[in-house]
RNA sequence: GCCGCCUUAGCUCAGUAGGUUAGAGCGCCGGUUUGUGGAACCGGAGGUCCUUGGUUCGAGACCAAGAGGCGGUACCA
């Protein structure tokens, strides 16, 4: 008897969160990456490229949930027995690179980088576990200078990415003054302390969707949620909560009043103190180049999740509505952000290396305008060469490469279908003219050129088929010498 | 990770109180038109009804577990 052998035949599944992009979701993370990079390289900013794999405790300890070391991270062992990681962002390999290549680079380094990295979360709109960042960092700059350099090239890169006025906004803040109000509500300057900072943190980063309400509970005991899930609380007391809450609402319009409101609540801290003149001189700067137009704004509200920042902390947010599928409102969160990390090269070193950076999350950025509708107009496809005779292939090969030697995208068609069936793939592929030559324009020695947009519209008034096709519209015919002047006529 | 909802053709969905060969629209392929993308008309392909187990004479439908998706929450660009 025979027994039926059945084939392993793999199901075609992508891993979740991890995406396809094609057509043009490609072509616009493409451009922002250009865009971005572009930024960066004309403020003299180097590219540095490292690889996707480092040794763990290289990223080690800097992960941005401390509480949970190694989660949110791919990680294996090598066969050396040895625990690589994934990269989890772009800053932990520049702070590896940084601290192995010491001594021979230049300091201040400005340096910028373009690259998947992977977080090992759940997705969600906006949010992958492989997305691409592009960042920029100065290593070796202490000053308030060098951060207010970081917000305003955010500025550039939201503008260079298309944004309108308006459209986003750049929050700034200082992870000094908190340090100063938690230090004066009596949160110890211990582990214990720092967990309990984070806690912090992490609900202040919430403000925006659990409301003043929401967070105190975080800061407090905890907060049931509504699925009944319970989040464990920073354990602050009612005056610690009340002076953390105020402080994340001190925001006013303008740099100079929130300063104003900021500085009375440091109280005797002289951390809180040299916080709000950092603030103050980055709001001068960001004044004098004339970025206090709404581009920017000091908000106490803006803490970042990530607890490896010792200064100056800002984001980029979206100010535009975005929905999903089904028209209901979806969050995407903030779409780059950065701030000062003195303290992640010491890690290698021992010596304290300032350093200041930004990042721009192009994944989310893009899936941002997909959801917003706009993602632009879809790229013209290439001029297709329509192969109907297979013996005359080198022909249609020699007039592709004529148009490309004038700068225009073209192909010869590859499949091995008829006509009617190349010009639905010219359709399909966007293509805006094809050239046609068949048996009568090679005994002619003439080319035929279908202009398939004006051929579009023109179909648009002919209701008769044998119209349509007899009629052959928006076609014309010369010359075979004359390609690509008839091509070029066709896409004016 | 935790909680809730969902899963039938490529897509959007229908499927009556469990009862033969599981349907529609759109899309796809082909024909009318063997050298012409649209429209129209005609025809066709395409389904382990998410998976596994259970209840039943009989399960797309009922039950359980698992997987996947969506939303919230945690976390974050």
Same mark, same amino acid.
């Given at each position: 008897m025979?027994?039926?052998?059945?084939?392993?035949?793999?199901?075609?599944?992508?891993?979740?969160?991890?995406?396809?992009?094609?057509?043009?979701?490609?072509?616009?993370?493409?451009?922002?990456?250009?865009?971005?990079?572009?930024?960066?390289?004309?403020?003299?900013?180097?590219?540095?490229?490292?690889?996707?794999?480092?040794?763990?405790?290289?990223?080690?300890?800097?992960?941005?949930?401390?509480?949970?070391?190694?989660?949110?991270?791919?990680?294996?062992?090598?066969?050396?027995?040895?625990?690589?990681?994934?990269?989890?962002?772009?800053?932990?390999?520049?702070?590896?690179?940084?601290?192995? #290549?010491?001594?021979p680079? $230049?300091?201040?380094?400005?340096?910028? %980088?373009v690259?998947?990295?992977?977080r090992?979360?759940?997705?969600?709109?906006?949010?992958?576990?492989?997305?691409?960042?592009?960042?920029?960092?100065t290593?070796?700059? $202490?000053?308030?200078?060098?951060?207010a350099?970081?917000?305003?090239l955010?500025?550039?890169?939201?503008?260079?990415?298309?944004?309108?006025?308006?459209?986003?906004?750049?929050?700034?803040?200082n992870?000094?003054?908190?340090?100063?109000?938690?230090?004066?509500?009596?949160?110890?300057?211990?582990?214990?302390?720092?967990?309990?900072?984070?806690?912090?943190?992490?609900?202040?980063?919430?403000?925006?969707?659990?409301?003043?309400d929401?967070?105190?509970?975080?800061?407090?005991?905890?907060?049931?949620?509504?699925?009944g899930?319970?989040?464990?609380?920073a354990?602050?007391? %009612?005056?610690?909560?009340?002076?953390?809450?105020?402080?994340?609402?001190?925001?006013?319009?303008?740099?100079?009043?929130?300063?104003?409101?900021?500085q009375?609540?440091?109280?005797?801290?002289?951390?809180?103190?040299q916080?709000?003149?950092?603030?103050?001189a980055?709001a001068?700067?960001?004044?004098?180049?004339?970025?206090?137009?709404?581009?920017?704004?000091?908000?106490?509200s803006?803490?970042?999740?990530?607890?490896?920042?010792?200064? $100056?902390?800002?984001?980029a947010?979206?100010?535009?509505?975005?929905?999903?599928?089904?028209?209901?409102?979806?969050?995407?969160?903030?779409?780059?952000?950065?701030?000062?990390?003195?303290?992640?090269?010491?890690?290698?070193?021992?010596?304290?290396?300032?350093?200041?950076?930004?990042?721009?999350?192009?994944?989310?950025?893009?899936?941002?305008?997909?959801?917003?509708?706009?993602?632009?107009?879809?790229?013209?496809?290439?001029v297709?060469?329509?192969?109907?005779?297979?013996?005359?292939?080198?022909?249609?090969?020699?007039?592709?490469?004529?148009?490309?030697?004038?700068?225009?995208?073209?192909?010869?068609?590859?499949?091995g279908?008829?006509?009617?069936?190349?010009?639905?793939?010219?359709?399909?592929?966007?293509?805006?003219?094809?050239?046609?030559?068949?048996?009568?324009?090679?005994?002619?020695?003439?080319?035929?050129?279908?202009?398939?947009?004006?051929?579009?519209?023109?179909?648009?008034?002919?209701?008769? #088929?044998?119209?349509?096709?007899?009629?052959?519209?928006?076609?014309t015919?010369?010359?075979?010498?004359?390609?690509?002047?008839?091509?070029?006529?066709a896409?004016?």
């Amino acid at each position: 008897m025979s027994k039926k052998v059945k084939t392993f035949r793999p199901k075609a599944r992508r891993p979740k969160g991890f995406e396809d992009r094609f057509g043009t979701l490609a072509n616009a993370e493409n451009a922002l990456i250009g865009a971005a990079a572009g930024v960066y390289a004309s403020h003299g900013f180097e590219p540095l490229s490292t690889s996707a794999l480092e040794y763990a405790d290289c990223l080690g300890k800097f992960l941005p949930d401390d509480d949970r070391p190694n989660e949110g991270v791919f990680a294996f062992t090598d066969d050396d027995q040895q625990w690589m990681a994934l990269r989890y962002d772009l800053t932990a390999p520049l702070a590896r690179f940084v601290a192995e #290549n010491y001594d021979p680079l $230049p300091k201040p380094l400005r340096r910028f %980088a373009v690259g998947p990295v992977w977080r090992n979360e759940k997705p969600g709109p906006g949010r992958f576990r492989e997305f691409i960042q592009v960042d920029a960092d100065t290593i070796g700059a $202490p000053g308030p200078a060098a951060d207010a350099e970081m917000i305003m090239l955010a500025a550039d890169v939201m503008d260079a990415a298309g944004l309108a006025r308006g459209e986003y906004v750049i929050r700034v803040n200082n992870r000094k003054l908190l340090d100063a109000i938690l230090g004066n509500i009596g949160v110890p300057d211990t582990e214990e302390g720092a967990v309990q900072r984070l806690r912090v943190l992490r609900a202040i980063d919430k403000l925006d969707r659990l409301g003043a309400d929401g967070v105190a509970r975080l800061l407090g005991d905890g907060r049931k949620d509504d699925s009944g899930d319970f989040t464990k609380g920073a354990g602050l007391s %009612a005056q610690g909560i009340v002076a953390v809450l105020g402080y994340t609402q001190a925001g006013a319009d303008t740099l100079e009043a929130t300063l104003g409101a900021l500085q009375p609540l440091m109280g005797a801290s002289t951390v809180g103190a040299q916080g709000v003149e950092e603030l103050r001189a980055i709001a001068a700067l960001l004044q004098a180049c004339g970025y206090d137009d709404g581009r920017t704004l000091i908000d106490p509200s803006i803490v970042r999740g990530l607890g490896y920042y010792t200064g $100056p902390v800002f984001e980029a947010d979206l100010r535009i509505e975005t929905v999903n599928e089904k028209g209901e409102p979806a969050r995407f969160g903030s779409a780059g952000g950065g701030g000062r990390y003195d303290d992640l090269i010491a890690r290698f070193r021992g010596q304290p290396v300032p350093a200041t950076g930004f990042s721009f999350g192009v994944s989310r950025f893009a899936a941002a305008l997909h959801a917003l509708g706009r993602l632009g107009p879809v790229e013209p496809g290439p001029v297709v060469v329509l192969a109907l005779e297979v013996d005359r292939m080198a022909d249609y090969f020699a007039m592709a490469s004529e148009l490309r030697a004038a700068g225009m995208r073209s192909e010869v068609y590859m499949g091995g279908s008829g006509m009617k069936a190349q010009m639905k793939y010219a359709d399909k592929r966007g293509a805006p003219a094809v050239v046609i030559v068949g048996e009568d324009e090679r005994a002619a020695n003439s080319v035929t050129v279908k202009n398939l947009v004006l051929g579009d519209k023109l179909s648009g008034q002919i209701e008769d #088929n044998k119209e349509w096709r007899s009629g052959r519209p928006a076609q014309t015919s010369g010359p075979r010498e004359q390609l690509l002047k008839l091509v070029q006529d066709a896409l004016i």
